[in-house]
């Protein structure tokens, strides 16, 4: 068996194309449930929506340098490792956010931000950490991307999929109440087989070297999500708030991060299986998160959560989102 840091995988282009219109039903669904009300909330209290920013592409990123130091991973594992937690939120995180009865439009507008940054936080992130990390200094190569290309993925992605499922709410309200739950529903189960069913071309190295990534994406999303809820705490954020926070710090766009390694860093072995490991499990995290917050009595509003929250509350209570 060949050392991790030799290999390299192959990925279907088609496979990775599939994988972005997923990612748009995904959104799509989500936006059928918003209105633009929700994002003058999200708005109005942007103490959310900078944490969620600040942490994703600031905070998690120098944690993963000092994970990287303490565990000692394999240098294209480590590289990996910087890589996933350079590129922006993962759109998932939306869906589980909603299903965590969080604050949907903080977690939609911080993904927003999110992956609008990363056409600048996710090249500089990389290239920072990586050249200045020694083990993984003599694997790092200089990373090019094309901001228009970005954009357009952005566009494409987040900005279509949000649009069309508002306009259609707001067009035909009885269809969408009626199509949003199916077809959120029917989205995540296609991008959770769909994440599966893409390593199938490379699945024989994937059992071979799944083993060295596991407890490193268990430890790495662990730290990220325990974070995002710990800083949002910290900082006296309402339960909802807290719930959003978390999911966009512990949500990684791995979609991107696996046409990038693909892309400009031909297949290698370590930086791809633990991405797509992280495209797996993130998808079982959150889910296990998400259900546990969705089944959970809500606390009633705290004494210094703002007044806009306690109304915020009331609202998404009318429109069916609390328990």
Same mark, same amino acid.
């Given at each position: 068996?060949?050392?991790?840091?030799?290999?390299?995988?192959?990925?279907?282009?088609?496979?990775?194309?599939?994988?972005?219109?997923? #990612?748009?039903?995904?959104?799509?669904?989500?936006?059928?449930?918003?209105?633009?009300?929700?994002?003058?909330?999200?708005?109005?209290?942007?103490?959310?929506?900078?944490?969620?920013?600040?942490?994703?592409?600031?905070?998690?990123?120098?944690?993963?340098?000092?994970?990287?130091?303490?565990?000692?991973?394999?240098?294209?594992?480590?590289?990996?490792?910087?890589?996933?937690?350079?590129?922006?939120?993962?759109?998932?995180?939306?869906?589980?956010?909603?299903?965590? @009865? +969080?604050?949907?439009?903080?977690?939609?507008?911080?993904?927003?931000?999110?992956?609008?940054?990363?056409?600048?936080?996710?090249?500089?992130?990389?290239?920072?950490?990586?050249?200045?990390?020694?083990?993984?200094?003599?694997?790092?190569?200089?990373?090019? #991307?094309?901001? #228009?290309?970005?954009?357009?993925?952005?566009?494409?992605?987040?900005?279509?999929?949000?649009?069309?499922?508002?306009?259609?709410?707001?067009?035909?309200?009885?269809?969408?109440? @009626?199509?949003?739950?199916?077809?959120?529903?029917?989205?995540?189960?296609?991008?959770?087989?769909?994440?599966?069913?893409?390593?199938?071309?490379?699945?024989?190295?994937?059992?071979?070297?799944?083993?060295?990534?596991?407890?490193?994406?268990?430890?790495?999303?662990?730290?990220?999500?325990?974070?995002?809820?710990?800083?949002?705490?910290?900082?006296?954020?309402?339960?909802?708030? *807290?719930?959003?926070?978390?999911?966009?710090?512990?949500?990684?766009?791995?979609?991107? +991060?696996?046409?990038?390694?693909?892309?400009?860093?031909?297949?290698? +072995?370590?930086?791809?299986?633990?991405?797509?490991?992280?495209?797996?499990?993130?998808?079982?995290?959150?889910?296990?998160?998400?259900?546990?917050?969705?089944?959970?009595?809500?606390?009633?509003? *705290? *004494?210094?959560?703002?007044?806009?929250?306690?109304?915020?509350?009331? *609202?998404? +209570?009318?429109?069916?989102?609390?328990?």
């Amino acid at each position: 068996m060949l050392p991790i840091d030799q290999v390299q995988l192959h990925f279907n282009p088609a496979t990775l194309a599939g994988l972005n219109v997923i #990612l748009g039903l995904v959104m799509f669904g989500i936006a059928l449930d918003l209105r633009v009300a929700d994002f003058r909330i999200a708005f109005k209290s942007p103490k959310g929506l900078v944490l969620a920013t600040v942490g994703h592409h600031i905070i998690f990123p120098a944690m993963t340098y000092g994970l990287i130091s303490i565990i000692n991973p394999v240098p294209s594992i480590a590289l990996g490792m910087i890589l996933v937690s350079s590129c922006p939120a993962g759109h998932l995180s939306n869906f589980l956010t909603h299903l965590a @009865r +969080g604050n949907t439009a903080l977690s939609v507008s911080a993904s927003a931000v999110s992956t609008a940054l990363a056409i600048v936080m996710t090249p500089l992130n990389f290239n920072f950490w990586g050249n200045l990390h020694p083990i993984t200094h003599d694997l790092m190569r200089t990373i090019s #991307l094309d901001p #228009l290309v970005m954009l357009k993925d952005i566009v494409i992605l987040l900005g279509l999929p949000l649009v069309a499922g508002m306009w259609v709410a707001h067009k035909y309200p009885t269809f969408a109440a @009626r199509a949003e739950t199916p077809m959120k529903r029917f989205s995540l189960a296609v991008f959770a087989l769909f994440v599966v069913g893409a390593l199938a071309a490379n699945f024989q190295h994937f059992l071979q070297y799944v083993q060295f990534v596991v407890v490193v994406v268990f430890i790495h999303n662990g730290l990220a999500l325990t974070t995002g809820y710990a800083l949002s705490t910290l900082v006296g954020l309402s339960d909802r708030d *807290r719930r959003s926070v978390t999911f966009e710090m512990g949500i990684q766009n791995s979609g991107l +991060g696996l046409i990038l390694i693909f892309n400009l860093f031909n297949g290698l +072995g370590g930086m791809a299986i633990i991405t797509a490991w992280w495209g797996i499990w993130h998808i079982v995290s959150g889910l296990a998160l998400a259900t546990w917050w969705s089944n959970a009595r809500r606390a009633p509003p *705290r *004494r210094w959560e703002p007044r806009h929250d306690a109304e915020d509350r009331a *609202r998404h +209570g009318q429109l069916g989102l609390s328990g």
